[in-house]
């Protein structure tokens, strides 16, 4: 082959490689742009949805705020110090702001009333320990004013699902808590209605078991004197003194008990011992027992919580159940009268006290209408002891029933209060 072929064979060979290169870079270029192309829809597809999204998020948003504006309840926002971050109108209406600068930025316990601080602060707790929450609690408002709210406080959370602030919705309970407190005091004037009426009832035997003491005290001093007078020995003297201070005292204790049990004037929740109060209102129920040849057996658990309530309320209760004990006994020859008063303490840690008597008993269908108001089976009876008298437990967060005792004849009331660190509110 010469030289000239050669080149010519070369020349041809660089031509078709640079032929093949060719077609080959447009094919990769062709390719690139078919991709270019579909990851430009895909991308314009994506901006496209995502601008979608947002506008429906933004529609949502303007929806949930018109929503939020609008409601009628109260809707806030704070952070876990208490710092408010948004309260709507109906908001800013029931705290009495002007605009939304006066409590926005302010703490949440500039409102809350000092006294309810403690247990707004729990709630804010357990709400960021992801529960939701209710507690009615009062408010001092701008204007300086309590009211009573109701507030359902709930978590908010980020995209991480940490709980960044409390979104509570509040209302204004102030109507019905005057109307509750209205009905409990009607309810207060009729309990002690009650307890005059019993007092009324057990008036005469009250006036002579007084007497006795004061007979004896009479008689004592009668008996001093004379021997002062006689100038006999100091000794006499002295044990007639001790004698007169007794009964004094026996009297003074009647007079107390009887005063205590008529007084209308509203008590302070207090610790009590049921053991005591079951105590008191026997000893008031004794001068009856007496009188009607019923013989009154305790039986005393020493292992019972205290509980927390009105003891002139609770001592009613126990001195109704026992004095329609006597009245339904009236009828059992005199030695089988008995009534048993036994506390124990009952499940769930309450305290528990049962009534018995050996009286006629009920059929079990009667047992429920016992607590219907006004039902009386009695001349002179109102039919408002035992509903008054389940009122009251029930206020103090017990219950009250009667069953047919198992042996022997009777009725036995029975009814169990919460141990008084369950704190509660009187009902
Ligand atoms: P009241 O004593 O004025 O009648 P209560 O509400 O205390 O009103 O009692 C309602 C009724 O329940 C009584 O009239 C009586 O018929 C019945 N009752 C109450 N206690 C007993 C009891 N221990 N045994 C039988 N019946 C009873």
Redesign the pocket.
């Known amino acids: 082959m010469d030289q000239a072929s050669l080149g010519l064979g070369l020349w041809s060979v660089v031509c078709a490689a640079f032929i093949v290169l060719a077609v080959g870079a447009m094919i990769f270029v062709g390719r690139l742009n078919a991709h270019l192309r579909q990851a430009k829809a895909v991308l314009e597809r994506e901006v496209c949805q995502r601008k979608a999204a947002q506008a429906q998020l933004a529609q949502n948003e303007k929806r949930l705020r018109q929503i939020i504006e609008t409601e009628p309840e109260c809707v806030k926002v704070h952070s876990r110090d208490g710092t408010i971050l948004e309260m709507n109108p109906a908001g800013l209406q029931l705290v009495e702001a002007g605009s939304a600068s006066d409590v926005i930025g302010i703490s949440v316990y500039e409102l809350v009333a000092p006294d309810f601080a403690t247990a707004y602060r729990s709630l804010v707790e357990k709400v960021f320990a992801g529960a939701v929450e209710k507690l009615e609690f009062e408010i001092i408002s701008l204007k300086d004013r309590r009211l009573w709210m109701e507030t359902h406080a709930a978590p908010l959370t980020d995209s991480n699902g940490i709980v960044t602030a409390v979104l509570a919705i509040t209302r204004n309970i102030s109507a019905q808590k005057r109307y509750e407190q209205q009905m409990r005091q009607q309810y207060r004037e009729l309990a002690h209605a009650s307890r005059l009426d019993t007092m009324g009832q057990l008036a005469t035997m009250l006036a002579h078991e007084l007497n006795q003491p004061l007979t004896a005290i009479a008689n004592y001093s009668k008996g001093a004197l004379l021997r002062l007078r006689n100038s006999q020995g100091r000794e006499e003297v002295i044990g007639a003194m001790e004698h007169i201070c007794a009964q004094s005292e026996r009297a003074a204790n009647i007079i107390r008990s009887l005063r205590g049990f008529v007084s209308q004037t509203e008590e302070e929740l207090s610790c009590l011992s049921i053991n005591e109060v079951v105590e008191q209102a026997l000893s008031i129920a004794q001068i009856e027992a007496l009188a009607r040849n019923v013989s009154v057996e305790c039986e005393f658990s020493n292992d019972l919580p205290s509980v927390l309530g009105e003891r002139t309320q609770l001592e009613q209760v126990v001195l109704?159940?026992v004095r329609?004990?006597f009245?339904?006994m009236e009828q059992v020859p005199a030695s089988g009268r008995m009534i048993k008063v036994i506390t124990r303490s009952g499940s769930n840690g309450m305290a528990h006290v049962r009534i018995e008597?050996t009286?006629?008993?009920?059929p079990p269908e009667e047992l429920d209408t016992?607590f219907t108001p006004f039902?009386?089976?009695?001349r002179a009876?109102?039919?408002?002891?035992?509903?008054i008298s389940r009122s009251i437990i029930e206020a103090h967060g017990g219950r009250l029933s009667a069953t047919q005792n198992v042996k022997g004849r009777?009725?036995s009331?029975t009814f169990d209060l919460p141990p008084s660190n369950e704190q509660r509110v009187l009902q």
């Open positions: 109704n159940i329609n004990g009245e339904a008597d009286g006629p008993g009920l016992l039902l009386t089976t009695k009876g109102m039919g408002l002891g035992l509903s009777g009725l009331f």
